[in-house]
């Protein structure tokens, strides 16, 4: 027995399954973005090689995959690095706006990081550097900025934001 192509479905069982395939496909995607620190207290950043612009490390959470494991995972991808040390969450960040790819739902992270790398991919992310605070570029892709802000008013005892 063949495999029927859709429009054999009767066209009722096609609009349940546009109709379905809507609402599964539409839903925020949970990612995690590292505000990660070497021990003089810059910040790691990676210029992202779609829009060029610096970012934190970071990205989506893949099936079956915890926080503290893809974190890790993104830190070694994206910039090479090998030693992690977890923090507080800063935040969850979910402005649908952020991002024009999809509705993500972002977690930041506080972590200490030892020396970075290469990346892994060097067609997603063309460079990885550390920036001292005052070096810190003023505008981050997809709006990052407000993630280490808010890292920053961690230190004055203010809670994590809930975005």
Known sequence: MGFAPLTALPKGALTLLREMGRHLLRRPVVGIAAIARDDR???????????????????????????????????????????????????????????????????????????????????????VRFFAPEDVPASLAFGMEDMVAAEAALGTGEGAVFE
């Not at 207290?41 to 970071?58: K, S």
């Not at 994206?78 to 952020?98: C, H, I, K, T, Y």
């Open 41 to 127: 207290g810059h910040l790691l950043l990676v210029r992202r090689a779609d829009n060029g612009q610096w970012a934190l490390p970071g990205g989506t959470l893949e099936w079956g995959e915890t926080l503290r494991r893809s974190i890790v995972r993104e830190l070694f991808e994206e910039a090479g690095v090998q030693q992690v040390s977890l923090g507080p969450a800063v935040g969850v960040f979910s402005r649908p706006d952020r991002d024009p790819r999809f509705h993500g739902v972002t977690v930041a992270v506080r972590c200490t990081v030892g020396a970075a790398g290469a990346p892994v991919n060097p067609l997603e992310i063309r460079e």
